[in-house]
């Protein structure tokens, strides 16, 4: 059974910084896309980051580029997000999501996510 298990999500003050991960198992996932997406209180979920198996397929949303960074470490099966210059606006649950195919910005997040994660509060506070 496919499980995707988010951790490092918490409480941290506007400028700082936090690092999520996402822990898969049950199966191998060299050749998925893996990425982040985030649902902000009376929203709907938004798309964060996502990698394919290549480094060279990497996408971000355009509220995130130059914050955020997502890597991969398949030996481990894992996903991971560094998130820094963190905002009171990226508040929310994220949640790790793997593809079977890649697709860059706003359509990850949407049909075709193959497995997704309970999710992983962050808050930023003011």
């Known amino acids: 059974q496919v499980q995707l298990v988010e951790s490092g999500g918490g409480l941290v003050q506007a400028g700082g910084s936090l690092r999520l991960s996402c822990a898969a198992s049950?199966?191998?996932?060299?050749?998925?896309?893996m990425g982040w997406c985030r649902q902000a209180p009376g929203n709907e979920r938004e798309f964060v980051a996502a990698?394919?198996?290549?480094?060279?397929?990497?996408s971000y949303a355009d509220s995130v580029k130059g914050r955020f960074t997502i890597s991969r470490d398949d030996a481990k099966n894992t996903v991971y997000l560094q998130m820094n210059s963190l905002k009171p606006e990226d508040t929310g649950v994220y949640y790790c999501?793997?593809?079977?195919?890649?697709?860059?910005?706003?359509?990850?997040?949407?049909?075709?996510?193959?497995?997704w994660g309970k999710g992983t509060l962050v808050t930023v506070s003011s």
């Open positions: 990698r394919a198996w290549s480094a060279s397929l990497t």
């Open positions: 999501a793997v593809r079977s195919a890649y697709l860059s910005g706003t359509g990850y997040c949407t049909d075709g996510v193959d497995y």
């Open positions: 049950g199966r191998t996932f060299t050749y998925y896309a």
